[in-house]
């Protein structure tokens, strides 16, 4: 069926492309036999003119022979006098005994050449055109001398016509041979690039598409395709790693459970059961925690974003006073930096990366929310031990965690950080560590857009403290709180 398909395109196009060319040179031709048959039809003219300077001064002196000589060229012509009666009184040879050819002897006084095209004359074969000359000054009246020449068609002649269908018939078969030939070479390249698609798998995701040496768009094609193939198995690699780091992760909590209530039903009597239930509920919990974290990231994945104006200053602070930190916080937040975002998924990096502040931070932790610009920009930093240069960006890859991390919090997943990064690509920002005098700083940057109409400078809300506030306006208390309530306890569960 592919081999079929690909002869169906070469023979389409070379069809399209010959017809085409048919067509240009039927046009070529028409005018080429055209401009032949003009110039035939005075040449033919020219012959008759001949004739009659001819025959005429033989007219005159009065030596007209009864055969007329013919042509020096030696080309036959038919010639024809009468006299006032319409006898001949001379004529060529093939006309000789020959009655009259044509006796075209015009009404109108003043016409000296008449000129008719008639089909097999007296004494000829095929249509001839005759032109009939008058003759004055002789005895009893009027003579006619009568050239008769072949009629010219309007191709001018054969040789013309076969030249021309020759002509045109060539052409069109090596335009279209050609065009047939092109098609199937460049057929042959995407036969090939088919061929290797065809054949790649999940087991030889390494393969590649040829990519032909011809500067084209089919090089362009196969290079494209071999760059979709590296992201596809760069891609395939990195659900291989994250599958086996999420079977890894999933199942030590699994083996504690297990081995706690193993050891339980082989030493009923005594095992402390309370102490055994804890254990198998901290270890669900931890269970829980993780596949509520591979929820989230693979709703990441397939789930649109959907977009709305915030102030992310009013959403720091209300993360920040909805989480008991366990050490100073220093707030510095610019109000009126709205950025375009799904307030509950920031709201979820926000948090993550407050709680993240929290568990590392010794004294004190500081969040920033400024503007750079076009970006809206928040700050999260800590006193704590900080993390090294060549770690900054492994401690964003799933199930990542330092040994620092596990030692203060040994129930974590290692997808925070990474759930943070991915929320932030989402809403085409970027989320990285940089340099700090101490501890750790993470720089969330996501794309600023203008405030909603219903905003109010909080500067402004002091002088207008006696006016009446449009319908629809909040406070920035007020907006804290129907956030807090919008958002509700169900927040996490919605990403």
Same mark, same amino acid.
């Given at each position: 069926?592919?081999?079929?398909?690909?002869?169906?395109?070469?023979?389409?196009?070379?069809?399209?492309?010959?017809?085409?060319? $048919?067509?240009?040179?039927?046009?070529?031709?028409?005018?080429? *036999?055209? *401009?032949?048959?003009?110039?035939?039809?005075?040449?033919?003219?020219?012959?008759?003119?001949?004739?009659?300077?001819?025959?005429?001064?033989?007219?005159?002196?009065?030596?007209?022979?009864?055969?007329?000589?013919?042509?020096?060229?030696?080309?036959?012509?038919?010639?024809?006098?009468?006299? @006032?009666?319409?006898?001949?009184?001379?004529?060529?040879?093939?006309?000789?005994?020959?009655?009259?050819?044509?006796?075209?002897?015009?009404?109108?006084?003043?016409?000296?050449?008449?000129?008719?095209?008639?089909?097999?004359?007296?004494?000829?074969?095929?249509?001839?055109?005759?032109?009939?000359?008058?003759?004055?000054?002789?005895?009893?009246?009027?003579?006619?001398?009568?050239?008769?020449?072949?009629?010219?068609?309007?191709?001018?002649?054969?040789? /013309?016509?076969?030249?021309?269908?020759?002509?045109?018939?060539?052409?069109?078969?090596?335009?279209?041979?050609?065009?047939?030939?092109?098609?199937?070479?460049?057929?042959?390249?995407?036969?090939?690039?088919?061929?290797?698609?065809?054949?790649?798998?999940?087991?030889?995701?390494?393969?590649?598409?040829?990519?032909?040496?011809?500067?084209?768009?089919?090089?362009?094609? $196969?290079?494209?395709?071999?760059?979709?193939?590296?992201?596809?198995?760069?891609?395939?690699?990195?659900?291989?790693?994250?599958?086996?780091? $999420?079977?890894?992760?999933?199942?030590?909590?699994?083996?504690?459970?297990?081995?706690?209530?193993?050891?339980?039903?082989?030493?009923?009597?005594?095992?402390?059961?309370?102490?055994?239930?804890?254990?198998?509920?901290?270890?669900?919990?931890?269970?829980?925690?993780?596949?509520?974290?591979?929820?989230? *990231?693979?709703?990441?994945?397939?789930?649109?974003?959907?977009?709305?104006?915030?102030?992310? @200053?009013?959403?720091?602070?209300?993360?920040?006073?909805?989480?008991?930190?366990?050490?100073?916080?220093?707030?510095?937040?610019?109000?009126?930096?709205?950025?375009?975002?799904?307030?509950?998924?920031?709201?979820?990096?926000?948090?993550?990366?407050?709680?993240?502040?929290?568990?590392?931070?010794?004294?004190?932790?500081?969040?920033?929310?400024?503007?750079?610009?076009?970006?809206?920009?928040?700050?999260?930093?800590?006193?704590? /031990?900080?993390?090294?240069?060549?770690?900054?960006?492994?401690?964003?890859?799933?199930?990542?965690?330092?040994?620092?991390?596990?030692?203060?919090?040994?129930?974590?997943?290692?997808?925070?950080? /990474?759930?943070?990064?991915?929320? @932030?690509?989402?809403?085409?920002?970027?989320?990285?560590?940089?340099?700090?005098?101490?501890?750790?700083?993470?720089?969330?940057?996501?794309?600023?857009?203008? /405030?909603?109409?219903?905003?109010?400078?909080?500067?402004?809300?002091?002088?207008?403290?006696?006016?009446?506030?449009?319908?629809?306006?909040?406070?920035?208390?007020?907006?804290?709180?129907?956030?807090?309530?919008?958002?509700?306890?169900?927040?996490?569960?919605?990403?």
């Amino acid at each position: 069926m592919v081999n079929w398909n690909r002869s169906s395109l070469r023979s389409r196009r070379a069809s399209e492309v010959g017809a085409v060319a $048919a067509l240009v040179c039927i046009g070529f031709s028409v005018l080429f *036999l055209l *401009l032949m048959g003009s110039q035939e039809t005075t040449m033919a003219q020219g012959r008759a003119t001949a004739g009659w300077d001819r025959v005429l001064p033989l007219i005159k002196v009065g030596r007209l022979p009864a055969v007329l000589p013919d042509r020096k060229d030696g080309k036959v012509q038919a010639i024809q006098v009468l006299d @006032a009666r319409n006898r001949v009184v001379a004529a060529t040879r093939q006309l000789v005994g020959k009655p009259p050819i044509a006796t075209l002897r015009s009404t109108h006084g003043g016409s000296v050449r008449t000129q008719r095209t008639l089909c097999r004359p007296a004494g000829l074969k095929g249509c001839m055109t005759v032109i009939s000359y008058k003759v004055y000054s002789q005895p009893g009246g009027i003579w006619l001398l009568n050239v008769a020449v072949p009629t010219v068609p309007w191709y001018g002649n054969s040789t /013309a016509l076969f030249l021309a269908i020759g002509a045109s018939v060539l052409m069109t078969a090596m335009v279209a041979a050609g065009t047939f030939r092109g098609v199937g070479k460049d057929l042959a390249s995407v036969n090939a690039i088919r061929r290797e698609l065809a054949e790649i798998t999940a087991t030889g995701l390494d393969r590649r598409v040829p990519v032909p040496k011809t500067e084209d768009e089919i090089k362009l094609l $196969a290079e494209t395709e071999n760059a979709t193939l590296d992201r596809l198995e760069c891609a395939y690699q990195q659900l291989q790693q994250f599958t086996s780091d $999420a079977s890894h992760d999933l199942r030590c909590p699994i083996t504690a459970m297990r081995a706690h209530l193993e050891e339980g039903l082989m030493y009923p009597d005594d095992t402390d059961w309370p102490r055994t239930a804890t254990a198998v509920l901290a270890a669900t919990e931890r269970l829980q925690a993780i596949v509520t974290d591979l929820l989230t *990231l693979a709703r990441l994945d397939g789930s649109p974003v959907c977009m709305e104006a915030t102030d992310l @200053a009013e959403l720091v602070g209300v993360e920040l006073d909805r989480r008991p930190c366990r050490v100073e916080v220093i707030r510095k937040l610019q109000e009126g930096v709205f950025t375009q975002c799904d307030r509950l998924r920031i709201c979820r990096l926000v948090g993550n990366l407050i709680d993240n502040a929290n568990r590392h931070a010794d004294t004190q932790m500081t969040i920033i929310v400024s503007d750079e610009g076009s970006m809206a920009v928040l700050e999260v930093a800590d006193d704590g /031990a900080g993390i090294a240069g060549e770690l900054r960006e492994v401690v964003f890859e799933r199930f990542t965690r330092l040994e620092d991390s596990r030692d203060r919090d040994p129930g974590g997943t290692g997808l925070g950080l /990474a759930i943070a990064r991915q929320i @932030a690509e989402a809403h085409h920002g970027t989320l990285t560590i940089e340099d700090s005098l101490r501890g750790a700083r993470f720089v969330l940057r996501l794309p600023r857009c203008d /405030a909603p109409l219903s905003y109010q400078d909080p500067a402004q809300e002091g002088q207008e403290a006696g006016h009446e506030r449009p319908i629809g306006h909040a406070t920035g208390t007020e907006a804290k709180k129907r956030l807090l309530n919008d958002e509700g306890p169900g927040r996490e569960n919605a990403l």
